[in-house]
């Protein structure tokens, strides 16, 4: 089992930045695949960033070159700095971890961007 809380979420400016945590606890955090998703209203949740064991990455396209997904082992947690952001970041943000036929989720944070 494994237990992931969220935090960092907020009301941002539209090109201002937020860094969100994502805080594991239960089994070993190393051994877990992370990944960050999103899901705004009226819409599927959907990927946003992704890191491996191994710490290899991947990003959805919209968020390119304005997102950093992260982790520190030592402490559990795995980070998203998001950059520049737009009003279409406005979601609720998922924290997850995988591995095998394992798959545990966050509650959830809000982000909010608006003027």
């Known amino acids: 089992q494994v237990q992931l809380v969220e935090s960092g979420g907020g009301l941002v400016q539209p090109g201002g930045s937020l860094r969100l945590s994502c805080a594991a606890s239960?089994?070993?955090?190393?051994?877990?695949?992370m990944g960050w998703y999103h899901q705004a209203p009226g819409k599927q949740r959907e990927v946003v960033a992704h890191?491996?064991?191994?710490?290899?990455?991947n990003y959805a396209d919209s968020v390119k070159g304005r997102f950093t997904i992260s982790r520190d082992n030592a402490k559990n947690t795995v980070y998203l700095q998001m950059n520049s952001l737009k009003p279409e970041d406005t979601a609720v943000y998922y924290c997850?971890?995988?591995?095998?036929?394992?798959?545990?989720w966050g509650q959830g944070t809000q982000v909010t961007v608006s003027s």
């Open positions: 890191i491996t064991s191994g710490g290899n990455t």
């Open positions: 997850n971890a995988a591995r095998f036929l394992e798959s545990y």
């Open positions: 239960g089994s070993i955090f190393s051994t877990y695949a």
